[in-house]
């Protein structure tokens, strides 16, 4: 079944709700800079390209889209102001990097979890977990983030709240060993999923370097692909600091895919078509709430029609 059809019930009604806070803050500005204006033309031009990069959706993502409406007026003559929410909805819906879902095949499908601390990690490790076990799924999570205690006592929590065995080691431990052993439960049990925890580190990139490389070749000598999934959270909140933390982490390992987490909780919620746009990594997931069902597979179409209702 795909993933897609795990998170079901009020899903377009949370989402503008999760969204509310972007979308109020960029279309009350935008609208009241416009009043009197008829037609697109350089001011309106300038004023958008400021909110746009207020609302960090980044400047290499907001030049390419003032590039483009400035091709479009150009070639036009005449663009009136009526039209520009429908052009603007396209050619950012143009910029996201699609997320192609891949069907899973090899069992167990081993998804390995990166993120800095505090964005909402483990959280949505176990939130996952749970979908994935409501869909007859058996699971198995791997504590490998053993630089801190919290991380596995709050992984351990989830487990033993969905009912779905945790592997860990301990603080310290070495990462590389508890996936190891993460993987030969998920083998021995017949687990459909493996999702592995993971530290995340930045004051010492080398180090993080060294340390999920060591856990891909790990993982990659039992089962070959693995990790088929390598996904990258991030907390919407930070803002350019998101883009940080994904070069890091893109120069780091093969990222897959990106969990956008702590939406609702911003008025700049262009940091996901940004960092989508920016870096070619599609986005699987969104967090628009502390709800387990406020993760949402990401819908790019949903997401910018509800960013444009008004």
Not at 53 to 75: F, H, N, P
Not at 168 to 184: C, E, F, K, N, S
Not at 266 to 276: C, D, E, M, N, Q
């Amino acid at each position: 079944m795909s993933i897609s059809k795990f998170f079901t019930g009020n899903k377009q009604e949370s989402l503008a709700k999760g969204l509310a806070k972007t979308k109020h803050s960029f279309w009350d500005k935008f609208n009241k800079a416009l009043i009197g204006k008829s037609t697109i033309d350089e001011a309106v031009l300038d004023t958008l390209e400021e909110l746009l990069i207020a609302a960090d959706v980044g400047i290499d993502t907001t030049l390419k889209i003032i590039q483009r409406l400035e091709e479009r007026v150009s070639r036009d003559k005449y663009v009136h102001m009526a039209e520009i929410e429908g052009i603007l909805q396209a050619e950012i819906s143009n910029l996201f990097c699609p997320n192609l879902e891949q069907p899973i095949t090899t069992k167990p499908h081993v998804i390995l979890v990166v993120g800095v601390n505090g964005v909402g990690k483990t959280t949505t490790i176990g939130k996952l977990a749970s979908y994935y076990k409501q869909q007859g799924k058996r699971v198995i999570l791997g504590a490998a983030d053993t630089f801190r205690a919290a991380a596995t006592n709050q992984l351990q929590s989830w487990g033993d709240r969905v009912g779905i065995p945790v592997i860990a080691r301990g603080m310290h431990a070495d990462p590389a060993a508890v996936a190891y052993d993460t993987l030969q439960a998920g083998i021995h049990q017949k687990a459909d999923i493996v999702i592995i925890d993971t530290a995340g580190r930045l004051h010492n990139k080398i180090g993080l370097m060294h340390e999920l490389s060591k856990l891909r070749r790990t993982l990659g000598k039992h089962i070959i692909g693995a990790p088929q999934e390598v996904l990258l959270v991030l907390d919407a909140t930070t803002g350019q600091n998101a883009f940080a933390q994904t070069q890091a982490f893109m120069d780091a390992t093969k990222v897959t895919a990106l969990a956008i987490t702590k939406l609702d909780g911003t008025a700049k919620g262009g940091v996901v078509l940004g960092i989508s746009a920016q870096f070619q990594v599609p986005i699987k997931y969104i967090g628009i709430g502390e709800q387990i069902t406020d993760l949402q597979v990401f819908d790019q179409e949903a997401f910018v029609a509800t960013l444009f209702k008004q």
